[in-house]
């Protein structure tokens, strides 16, 4: 099947990379030539893994990487796509463009997906009103190479058909999907993203310092990775996009994104993406640097 992944990001390029070792031919867009080798290389630094590990040889690397992935800063590539997904920013506007212009670009046939956190799926579709039907929310988890859940997220408008054949597909790519209905957040990050702000509020007010609430959760909460890893590893601009999402959807305060998680991403410092958040590492998507908690509140 030919699959055309937009936004070469955190989860952009994993998305591909599962279609990818799925063999299905992949094309990878983004917005400038960086961002696809970035999201490259990172797909090539997980294969590269997986031959170290002798569960992919070099040669399958190589073939995948050469004659089955394909970039573009070109939204036309989609012109023969079969699927297609947005991984692109949070932002509902820049989404509803995309997917306008793609309605125009792709088949007939082609079925539209949507890697939004919490935003509406309903919306999304109204967008694209004679192709509403075949629109649908699938929601990988971070990181999407090897987290197996899937949320496949109806709207209003989406057809049975489009819902089979999006839960099928992802069984076929070795996920576990969840049937989930419209609703800021789905199920996971109505959940996990008020529980990380949580964890922000808990360090904020002084009382334990983030490797300190992370064990806690950890040890005492049956957490295999604590809050405040997790919300490094989300990415603390997401963080705060979902938070203002369930907060604008429900007007409950309990959503209320805190105000240290708005000065982290004014600050630029949004987690392992960029090297900083409530840990340290050794630059964008590195390694962690031990010892390196954040200490300013
Ligand atoms: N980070 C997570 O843990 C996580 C988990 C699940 C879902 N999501 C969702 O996935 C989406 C992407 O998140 P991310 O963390 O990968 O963000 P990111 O900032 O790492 O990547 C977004 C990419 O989209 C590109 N982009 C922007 N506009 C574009 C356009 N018009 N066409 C093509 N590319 C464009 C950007 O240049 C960037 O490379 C968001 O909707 C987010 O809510 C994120």
């Known amino acids: 099947m030919k699959v055309c992944v937009f936004g070469a990001g955190n989860m952009g390029a994993r998305i591909a990379e599962v279609f990818l070792t799925h063999d299905h031919e992949v094309t990878l867009v983004d917005i400038k030539d960086e961002f696809l080798a970035g999201g490259v290389k990172r797909i090539e630094g997980d294969l590269n893994f997986l031959v170290r590990k002798e569960k992919m040889t070099a040669e399958r690397v190589a073939d995948l990487l050469g004659n089955h992935l394909k970039t573009s800063t070109d939204r036309n590539v989609a012109s023969d796509a079969d699927f297609v997904i947005e991984v692109i920013l949070e932002n509902m506007e820049l989404k509803k ?29 109204a967008s694209i009103p004679h192709r509403s039907d075949k629109f649908i929310g699938c929601h990988f988890f971070n990181p999407a190479q090897i987290m197996k859940l899937v949320e496949v997220t109806r709207a ?33 990050n109505r959940i996990l993203i008020p529980m990380m702000n ?47 999402t369930l907060y604008r959807e429900t007007g409950d305060p309990k959503y209320r994104p805190h105000p240290l998680l708005r000065k982290m991403v004014r600050a630029g410092w949004l987690g392992q993406k960029t090297g900083k958040g409530f840990f340290t590492y050794d630059g964008p998507f590195g390694k962690e640097v031990p010892g390196g908690d954040l200490t300013v509140r």
């Not at 046939?109 to 999304?124: K, Q, V």
């Not at 054949?165 to 049937?179: E, G, H, Q, R, W």
Request: proline content about 5%; charged content about 20%.
């Open 97 to 125: 463009d995309l997917l306008r212009d793609l309605d125009k670009i792709c088949p007939e046939h082609t079925i539209f997906a949507s890697n939004t956190s919490a935003l509406s799926i309903t919306e999304m579709a």
């Open 198 to 244: 949580e964890a922000i509020g808990i360090y904020a007010d002084g009382l334990a310092s983030p490797s300190d609430i992370d064990i806690a959760m950890q040890n005492g909460a049956g957490m295999k990775s604590g809050p405040l890893h997790t919300a490094d590893l989300v990415g603390h601009d997401v963080n705060l996009a979902i938070m203002e």
């Open 156 to 188: 209003m408008q989406t057809s049975d058909e489009s819902f089979k054949f999006a839960y099928d597909l992802m069984t076929s790519l070795d996920k576990i999907p969840v049937a989930v209905h419209e609703g800021p957040g789905f199920v996971v």
